[in-house]
């Protein structure tokens, strides 16, 4: 598998991007303090005024400019370190939690896990949108901008909501593959020679997990961002909505935010729908390149599940068409030389 991915161009491109993206959004954030500058009004060399705040795309401004005279594309610098940071944090939360959980349960006896999937199933037919809305409209929706709770309370809130809500499905989908695994030969036989659950975890079932877990890691980290997407468009951003006498804003300028918070600019009839637009195309990519990036890891997972042939030795092979050969095939057969053993 890792010889597949690195003779893989496309692999290397998605990841390339990828990782630029979250690079240049740290290196705004440790050289310039995370600022974004701001333009009102702007001017001619000459002082003449020439035109006020959202500005269009120019060779200063590469993607304009919203209402608040903010530069759009330091917003989307700034703001991709946030998106990309969410989905991940949520991702590895929901896979380790999962496992936790998953693991014991998968050795249990197959009555236990059938009454935990009755149990769990009920929980997958409900829309996560739906319920992520209903808990996190009333706590996240501030009407007075001086009574916001700290960053850090709003963030760890939200974050554990949306690592429970994935819970459900996560762990029954690693029941399922790990008591597959289980099944197999080879398990059987290392618990018919004793051993411990333990062991047969670090040693066989979590060696064929981690391709798994990898494809699983994407798969969450988009289903994460459509998710943050979706309730920015009831106007649920993340880290907190502040509701003020002109319309709702979010409190941090991230990529999802953006998209629910510049939402209503997609019906203008002018240029200034441009500021729906640049989150549009933003996260349209990055759903597309981590697709993309998924199914090139699939693809190299499936060509390690490919059986190799077996190369004989010339001695065994011989040995194996006298064998065949044989009018008597209990006639032994005599050996010469050293044989590779099975």
């Known amino acids: 598998m890792r010889r597949t991915l690195m003779r893989d161009p496309i692999f290397w491109l998605c990841l390339v991007l990828l990782a630029g993206l979250l690079l240049l959004s740290f290196g705004n954030t440790i050289f310039r303090d995370g600022q974004v500058d701001q333009i009102s009004n702007w001017y001619a060399e000459d002082g003449t005024f020439l035109a006020t705040s959202p500005l269009k795309p120019s060779s200063d401004q590469w993607l304009g400019t919203d209402r608040s005279g903010n530069d759009l594309f330091q917003l989307m610098i700034e703001g991709f370190k946030w998106t990309a940071g969410i989905c991940m944090i949520v991702a590895l939360g929901r896979m380790f939690l999962s496992l936790v959980i998953a693991i014991p349960l998968a050795f249990r006896s197959a009555r236990v896990n059938r009454y935990l999937k009755l149990i769990l199933d ?20 501030f009407f007075d901008s001086t009574a916001i709770p700290p960053l850090f309370d709003r963030v760890s809130f939200e974050l554990i909501v949306l690592i429970l809500l994935g819970l459900p499905s996560l762990s029954l989908y690693l029941i399922a593959e790990t008591r597959q695994l289980l099944s197999q030969e080879f398990m059987i036989v290392a618990q018919t020679l004793g051993g411990s659950p333990w062991h047969r975890f670090r040693r066989h079932i979590w060696p064929h997990l981690i391709p798994t877990l990898t494809i699983v890691f994407m798969q969450q980290f988009i289903q994460t961002l459509m998710l943050l997407v979706h309730l920015s468009l009831f106007k649920i951003f993340f880290a907190g909505t502040v509701n003020l006498h002109v319309g709702t804003a979010p409190t941090i300028f991230e990529w ?7 939402f209503n600019q997609f019906s203008a009839t002018s240029w200034l729908n441009h500021m729906f637009l640049v989150p549009l195309i933003g996260l349209a990519l990055v759903v597309f390149f981590s697709n993309l990036f998924m199914s090139r890891l699939e693809r190299a997972f499936r060509f390690r599940q490919q059986l190799k042939p077996i190369k004989l030795s010339v001695s065994r092979a011989q040995d194996e068409a006298a064998a065949t050969s044989m009018v008597d095939p209990f006639t032994l057969v005599a050996r010469n030389s050293r044989h590779d053993s099975d």
């Not at 009920?122 to 929706?141: C, N, Q, R």
């Not at 999802?256 to 510049?262: E, K, Q, R, V």
């Open 122 to 141: 009920g929980f997958l037919v409900l829309p996560l949108s739906l319920v992520a809305l209903l808990i996190l409209l009333p706590s996240l929706t």
């Open 256 to 262: 999802s935010s953006m998209f629910g918070y510049y």
